[in-house]
């Protein structure tokens, strides 16, 4: 018979490569087609609920990157809270209205003027459904679990009817309220935005200093001085109605090469250094509280300007007078309200001035800024004009500069209720703990919220006008509205008139003739998001509220995180997020954010296409997301080498327990071996930390780290290392290979579980071919852990064998570089121990020679004299030789009993002894 024959080699049919971008989708459609999520959600009936609410991708092409993470970072915790005893379903949910869509459409020659404003906005809703789909089979692809027939969406009339109740509740508090407030407006949007839809980049201004001429200095300051103030604004000019001082510092009149202005005391040696002032007298020094009421002449216009006192103003730059434009900025604003000044804003939707700007009628505002300083010269007030470059806010869809406007908008008053928030940011668990910091103070320095859009596609605001222009918002309209929307979606409101929106027999007193109008403004897209809790953890009965966690970008701090406590603080009185968790985002290597026009971009469908979803997954649960991730496909193809190391170390484990049944061949824990034992024991503290340290703290590069440490460094490295000279060369039912098998078998499906949240597809792969009842690795549990008798002192000993054979791996690498020795079964090993080694080698109740894969070893008495050749170490000193006799066959082991039994010349004594006792046709047969 074949030499072969008499081996017991490992066999499986589990491929060495998994052709995963064909495979996977197979599973796909089978677990669909069984329903295996579904299946989840009936095992876990009863059990306790653990909700992680989706936060809403926003509908407009493929998914990127970033997708990825979040959403397989999302997919990962569901699937081990449901492997681990809770009922745990997900529902996916996207974020539909806003004006991206409208660029899309506008983009693809859609003429948005040439159409009622009805059959506008469905083609918007057409246009996100067709993403939304898109972005569902990308999902899919990833595979994600969930409910993808039954997603919520922001355009569903159910959703819409939900959020409108969110508003009713909000008006019926008294916390909605219409202003003239500046906010912050792009021109390139012909909108107002909400801070979280503000980005910064560096921009070049122009930095002026001005002279204001004292018009009415109340005896204290001459007609002939004047105010000196520094703004990097020129075109807000037009718009200046003050001077803001701070009441505590002290100004000072000063004279210079004949004239005389008023600065801060504490600004003057830099303000004299920027405006080359060669030499200044003080002539008077005045707390700015003495200059409150003063006015000052216009530099080009016939009106004053106030001077009024404010804690705003700070020593920081300029020259302690600001100038302040009240339609212009909210510092400007509130001073100027308490001032009794107008709020004027001489600039239109497209950010051009209108009449109230004589001589700048028409012009885009930052064409203005070389028409204010030419005229500014030509008065003679332009002290100084350079430029700088500064950071300033830009508009987060477009990218263009955004400026501070007042125009009427409707309002969300954070005032009224933002220490309820704070106190209930306080309470929420913040995963990442900078997080709350964050949070906290977002919402303390926030001002209210404008809420109102002058867009076509978002949900209307449901505010009716009486006919003497007073707002009609109340519990009868709301819900009548909501009703409306459930039943037929937004639109009707623009498909309507105001009479036919109202409930039947509305009366109103401000509508004698009862005539009445409708709001034409839709909302804040934050507040489509921000309703979700009240839409879809209070509108599915699956889910339940508060969710227990929200996961997202960083960048959710001023979005999501912070439109969702605020509503549900509101309304409800409590966060809608128990724990929040939050991921940086992804870059290339060089740090830049990935972009199509950098071509650093990194399709997901590509690698999926290339590589398959489980790389995605394991680079996802490689990485530490809570700062920026930097990734390309050097990366991944990195990961992908991690990847083929853990699944060729499960197939070698899955063909070496080939002929294994675990109800039948399994060795208890108490009849193993020493070194069987402490591989269990290792894997149970595998067990604990991947579950402790890394899923139960949703740090999945913990995770990936203890699997990858525990394939390559306890199996690979060491146990599998010399298992071939066990589970190969023993007999079938041999009792060292069975309880070999029985340890693998137990890394098997203990791994297998454990990897499932992560490589799923490979898990699913892998499930197929043990010897389990379930159908499917997903319908399973997280495996338990446990310790066992003598855990610590079993510990302690092969700890110490480690390094003990960390230095018989040294000995063996020198012998090989001197060529001594070829490969290590070459090698006898003679071991010059102290006492404390001598001591573990008695205590370890193992084949040393086996265990570092030698032919033999001896063991030398302790304090018997070194062989001079031999390598000396702190505790022992270990000598490499060349192993005498010859190499059996079978087992490549150099002996001295090669050839003693006569039926089998070229085997060792071991090897004929097995092949004897288990293999009768060899008997006859002989072996080739």
Same mark, same amino acid.
């Given at each position: 018979?074949?030499?072969?024959?008499?081996?017991?080699?490992?066999?499986?049919?589990?491929?060495?490569?998994?052709?995963?971008?064909?495979?996977?989708?197979? /599973?796909?459609?089978?677990?669909?087609?069984?329903?295996?999520?579904?299946?989840? !959600? %009936?095992?876990?009936?009863?059990?306790?609920?653990?909700?992680?609410?989706?936060?809403?991708?926003?509908?407009?092409?493929?998914?990127?990157?970033?997708?990825?993470?979040?959403?397989?970072?999302?997919?990962?915790?569901?699937?081990?809270?449901?492997? &681990?005893?809770?009922?745990?379903?997900?529902?996916p949910g996207w974020d539909t209205h806003g004006l991206p869509i409208e660029q899309a459409l506008t983009n693809k020659g859609v003429k948005r003027k040439e159409m009622t404003m009805a059959e506008y906005r469905k083609k918007c809703a057409e246009y996100?459904?067709?993403?939304?789909?898109?972005?569902?089979?990308?999902?899919?692809?990833?595979?994600?679990?969930?409910?993808?027939?039954?997603?919520?969406?922001?355009?569903?009339?159910?959703?819409?009817?939900?959020?409108?109740?969110?508003?009713?509740?909000?008006?019926?508090?008294?916390?909605?309220?219409?202003?003239?407030?500046?906010?912050?407006?792009?021109?390139?949007?012909?909108?107002?935005?909400?801070?979280?839809?503000?980005?910064?980049?560096?921009?070049?201004?122009?930095? $002026?200093?001005?002279?204001?001429?004292?018009?009415?200095?109340?005896?204290?300051?001459?007609?002939?001085?004047?105010?000196?103030?520094?703004?990097?604004?020129? /075109?807000?000019?037009?718009?200046?109605?003050? $001077?803001?001082?701070?009441?505590?510092?002290?100004?000072?009149?000063?004279?210079?090469?004949? %004239?005389?202005?008023?600065? *801060?005391?504490?600004?003057l040696e830099k303000v004299s250094q920027e405006l080359d002032w060669k030499e200044t007298n003080v002539l008077k020094t005045l707390k700015g509280q003495e200059l409150e009421y003063m006015t000052a002449q216009h530099p080009f216009y016939d009106r004053?300007?106030?001077?009024?006192?404010?804690?705003?103003?700070?020593?920081?730059?300029?020259?302690?007078?600001?100038?302040?434009?009240?339609?212009?900025?909210?510092?400007?604003?509130?001073?100027?309200?308490?001032?009794?000044?107008?709020?004027?804003?001489?600039?239109?939707?497209?950010?051009?001035?209108?009449?109230?700007?004589?001589?700048?009628?028409?012009?885009?505002?930052?064409?203005?800024?070389?028409?204010?300083?030419?005229?500014?010269?030509?008065?003679?007030?332009?002290?100084?004009?350079?430029?700088?470059?500064?950071?300033?806010?830009?508009?987060?869809?477009?990218?263009?500069?955004?400026?501070?406007? *007042?125009?009427?908008?409707?309002?969300?008053?954070?005032?009224?209720?933002?220490?309820?928030?704070?106190?209930?940011?306080?309470?929420?668990?913040?995963?990442?703990?900078?997080? =709350? &910091?964050?949070?906290?103070?977002?919402?303390?320095?926030?001002?209210?919220?404008?809420?109102?859009?002058?867009?076509?596609?978002?949900?209307?605001?449901?505010?009716?006008?009486?006919?003497?222009?007073? *707002?009609?918002? &109340?519990?009868?309209?709301?819900?009548?509205?909501?009703?409306?929307?459930?039943?037929?979606?937004?639109?009707?409101?623009?498909?309507?008139?105001?009479?036919?929106?109202?409930?039947?027999?509305?009366?109103?007193?401000?509508?004698?003739?009862?005539?009445?109008? %409708?709001?034409?403004?839709?909302?804040?897209?934050?507040?489509?998001?921000?309703?979700?809790?009240?839409?879809?953890?209070?509108?599915?009965?699956?889910?339940?509220?508060?969710?227990?966690?929200?996961?997202?970008?960083?960048?959710?701090?001023?979005?999501?995180?912070?439109?969702?406590?605020?509503?549900?603080?509101?309304?409800?009185?409590?966060?809608?997020?128990?724990?929040?968790?939050?991921?940086?985002?992804?870059?290339?290597?060089?740090?830049?954010?990935?972009?199509?026009?950098?071509?650093?971009?990194?399709?997901?469908? =590509?690698?999926?296409?290339?590589?398959?979803?489980?790389?995605?997954?394991?680079?996802?649960?490689?990485?530490?997301?809570?700062?920026?991730?930097?990734?390309?496909?050097?990366?991944?193809? !990195?990961?992908?080498?991690?990847?083929?190391?853990?699944?060729?170390?499960?197939?070698?484990?899955?063909?070496?327990?080939?002929?294994?049944?675990?109800?039948?061949?399994?060795?208890?824990?108490?009849?193993?071996?020493?070194?069987?034992?402490?591989?269990?024991?290792?894997?149970?503290?595998?067990?604990?930390? $991947?579950?402790?340290?890394?899923?139960?703290?949703?740090?999945?590069?913990?995770?990936?780290?203890?699997?990858?440490?525990?394939?390559?460094?306890?199996?690979?490295?060491?146990?599998?290392?010399?298992?071939?000279?066990?589970?190969?060369?023993?007999?079938?039912?041999?009792?060292?290979?069975?309880?070999?098998?029985?340890?693998?078998?137990?890394?098997?499906?203990?791994? &297998?579980?454990?990897?499932?949240?992560?490589?799923?597809?490979?898990?699913?792969?892998?499930?197929?071919?043990?010897?389990?009842?379930? !159908?499917?690795?997903?319908?399973?549990?997280?495996?338990?852990?446990?310790?066992? *008798?003598?855990?610590?002192?079993?510990?302690?000993?092969?700890?110490?064998?480690?390094?003990?054979?960390?230095?018989?791996?040294?000995?063996?690498?020198?012998?090989?570089?001197?060529?001594?020795?070829?490969?290590?079964?070459?090698?006898?090993?003679?071991?010059?121990?102290?006492?404390?080694?001598?001591?573990?080698?008695?205590?370890?109740?193992?084949?040393?020679?086996?265990?570092?894969?030698?032919?033999?070893?001896?063991?030398?008495?302790?304090?018997?004299?070194?062989?001079?050749?031999?390598?000396?170490?702190?505790?022992?000193?270990?000598?490499?030789?060349?192993?005498?006799?010859?190499?059996?066959?079978?087992?490549?082991?150099?002996?001295?009993?090669?050839?003693?039994?006569?039926?089998?010349?070229?085997?060792?004594?071991?090897?004929?002894?097995?092949?004897?006792?288990?293999?009768?046709?060899?008997?006859? !047969?002989?072996?080739?």
């Amino acid at each position: 018979m074949k030499m072969k024959e008499t081996l017991e080699l490992g066999k499986t049919a589990f491929p060495m490569r998994g052709n995963l971008p064909v495979r996977e989708v197979e /599973w796909q459609k089978e677990w669909e087609e069984n329903q295996v999520y579904q299946q989840r !959600q %009936k095992l876990n009936e009863g059990k306790p609920t653990f909700v992680l609410h989706d936060g809403p991708p926003y509908a407009n092409g493929n998914i990127h990157l970033g997708h990825a993470l979040n959403k397989i970072s999302k997919d990962i915790i569901v699937r081990y809270k449901s492997m &681990t005893g809770f009922r745990s379903p997900y529902v996916p949910g996207w974020d539909t209205h806003g004006l991206p869509i409208e660029q899309a459409l506008t983009n693809k020659g859609v003429k948005r003027k040439e159409m009622t404003m009805a059959e506008y906005r469905k083609k918007c809703a057409e246009y996100a459904m067709v993403q939304v789909n898109t972005q569902r089979e990308d999902f899919k692809r990833l595979g994600i679990g969930g409910e993808w027939d039954t997603p919520y969406i922001t355009l569903q009339p159910e959703y819409e009817a939900a959020q409108i109740r969110v508003f009713g509740k909000m008006a019926e508090k008294g916390y909605i309220y219409k202003g003239l407030k500046p906010v912050y407006w792009s021109p390139s949007s012909e909108s107002s935005l909400a801070e979280a839809e503000i980005e910064y980049k560096d921009v070049k201004s122009a930095s $002026i200093y001005v002279a204001f001429k004292v018009k009415d200095g109340k005896d204290k300051l001459p007609e002939d001085a004047s105010f000196v103030i520094w703004t990097t604004t020129p /075109w807000t000019l037009p718009s200046n109605l003050g $001077i803001s001082v701070h009441p505590d510092y002290d100004y000072v009149l000063v004279e210079t090469m004949g %004239k005389k202005f008023v600065v *801060a005391k504490e600004l003057l040696e830099k303000v004299s250094q920027e405006l080359d002032w060669k030499e200044t007298n003080v002539l008077k020094t005045l707390k700015g509280q003495e200059l409150e009421y003063m006015t000052a002449q216009h530099p080009f216009y016939d009106r004053e300007s106030l001077v009024m006192v404010g804690d705003h103003v700070t020593l920081d730059a300029g020259t302690g007078l600001v100038h302040t434009a009240p339609g212009h900025g909210e510092d400007d604003y509130y001073v100027g309200k308490k001032y009794h000044l107008e709020v004027l804003s001489p600039i239109d939707n497209k950010g051009c001035y209108t009449e109230e700007a004589p001589g700048f009628e028409g012009v885009f505002y930052d064409k203005a800024n070389p028409m204010v300083t030419e005229i500014l010269e030509e008065k003679g007030a332009l002290l100084k004009l350079e430029f700088f470059t500064h950071s300033y806010p830009h508009d987060w869809r477009t990218k263009k500069p955004v400026i501070y406007r *007042a125009t009427p908008q409707w309002f969300a008053s954070i005032d009224k209720f933002r220490k309820e928030i704070l106190d209930e940011v306080e309470k929420v668990e913040w995963v990442i703990p900078w997080g =709350k &910091t964050r949070l906290y103070n977002m919402i303390r320095d926030r001002g209210d919220w404008v809420i109102s859009r002058q867009r076509a596609w978002g949900v209307p605001l449901p505010i009716f006008y009486a006919e003497n222009g007073e *707002a009609i918002i &109340t519990p009868e309209t709301i819900e009548h509205v909501a009703n409306l929307f459930a039943e037929n979606g937004s639109n009707v409101w623009f498909e309507k008139e105001a009479k036919e929106l109202l409930p039947e027999g509305f009366t109103h007193p401000g509508s004698p003739n009862g005539t009445f109008t %409708k709001e034409k403004d839709i909302m804040d897209v934050w507040f489509d998001s921000g309703s979700s809790h009240e839409a879809v953890l209070r509108g599915r009965e699956n889910l339940t509220f508060p969710a227990d966690l929200y996961l997202e970008g960083s960048d959710q701090y001023r979005g999501w995180f912070n439109s969702s406590i605020t509503t549900s603080v509101a309304i409800n009185g409590v966060s809608p997020y128990k724990s929040v968790l939050s991921q940086g985002f992804t870059l290339d290597p060089q740090g830049r954010k990935q972009s199509k026009s950098l071509g650093n971009t990194i399709e997901p469908n =590509k690698v999926t296409k290339q590589m398959g979803a489980d790389i995605l997954r394991l680079w996802v649960a490689s990485v530490d997301y809570e700062s920026d991730v930097r990734v390309d496909m050097g990366t991944l193809n !990195q990961i992908s080498e991690v990847y083929r190391k853990i699944r060729n170390t499960l197939r070698f484990l899955l063909a070496n327990t080939s002929d294994f049944d675990p109800k039948v061949n399994s060795v208890s824990y108490e009849e193993l071996r020493s070194v069987d034992k402490y591989m269990m024991i290792r894997l149970n503290q595998t067990i604990k930390a $991947i579950r402790e340290k890394g899923y139960d703290k949703y740090s999945f590069s913990t995770v990936y780290k203890e699997v990858v440490h525990f394939v390559t460094a306890d199996l690979s490295a060491f146990y599998l290392d010399f298992a071939k000279d066990v589970v190969y060369i023993e007999a079938e039912n041999d009792p060292a290979r069975r309880c070999m098998q029985t340890v693998f078998y137990e890394c098997l499906v203990a791994l &297998t579980k454990l990897l499932t949240p992560i490589l799923l597809h490979t898990s699913e792969e892998v499930w197929g071919y043990l010897k389990e009842e379930e !159908q499917y690795v997903q319908l399973t549990e997280i495996p338990g852990y446990q310790e066992f *008798a003598n855990q610590s002192e079993l510990l302690d000993m092969w700890k110490a064998f480690m390094d003990l054979r960390d230095n018989a791996l040294k000995a063996l690498e020198e012998a090989r570089n001197a060529k001594l020795i070829g490969k290590s079964f070459e090698a006898k090993l003679t071991v010059y121990p102290n006492e404390q080694i001598n001591i573990l080698i008695d205590s370890l109740d193992a084949d040393l020679a086996q265990l570092f894969i030698v032919s033999d070893l001896e063991v030398k008495a302790v304090g018997e004299k070194v062989d001079e050749h031999a390598l000396v170490f702190d505790d022992v000193s270990i000598l490499v030789e060349k192993a005498e006799g010859q190499t059996c066959a079978r087992c490549r082991k150099v002996t001295k009993d090669v050839g003693t039994n006569a039926l089998f010349p070229t085997l060792c004594g071991h090897c004929a002894d097995v092949v004897a006792k288990n293999y009768p046709e060899a008997l006859t !047969q002989g072996i080739e």
